[in-house]
């Protein structure tokens, strides 16, 4: 019965939506990865129906998949319930084919479509084919290559040897 995993999933994100009278409680709904068991954060406790903006209120109903990932990233939200999220290999990089090697140096435009949060050394390593010793030596960055972003930024990559 006692399950040490720590991690929870989603899957593909519900809420449970709880009126009683003009109060309103709303959960996401989460299983544990290990033993399949659901709990549940809490989104809204006992909140007044009319505090609550129809439109979102709708997206509880409907389980907006868009709702429950922007639910997830409110900060507020995992104080409350007291969890961290794990990013581990929650990215994805994207980039265009073209090769790296006309004139030096390339300034390239990182933008994130979902604040994950990533640590720009390993997004700018896996990117461009690049060890860790050689992000440090030929990348200009205007933020720290070591501290997690989770919002767009620009790098320089200098020539090579
Ligand atoms: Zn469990």
New binding site residues.
Partial sequence: MD?R?ESATTGAGRFRVNANGKLLDVWLLVR??????TSKLTVHERTAVRSIDPGELHGYHVNDPELVASRLLDPLLARRNRFTLDWTGAWRLDTLSERLDETWPVRVDVAFEDPVPVRPERLIAQGLGFSRTEVLRRIKCDISLRRSTSAGFTFTVTAGD
Avoid at 32 to 37: A, G, K, Q, T
């Fill in positions: 399950c995993s544990c990865v290990s033993c399949d068991r």
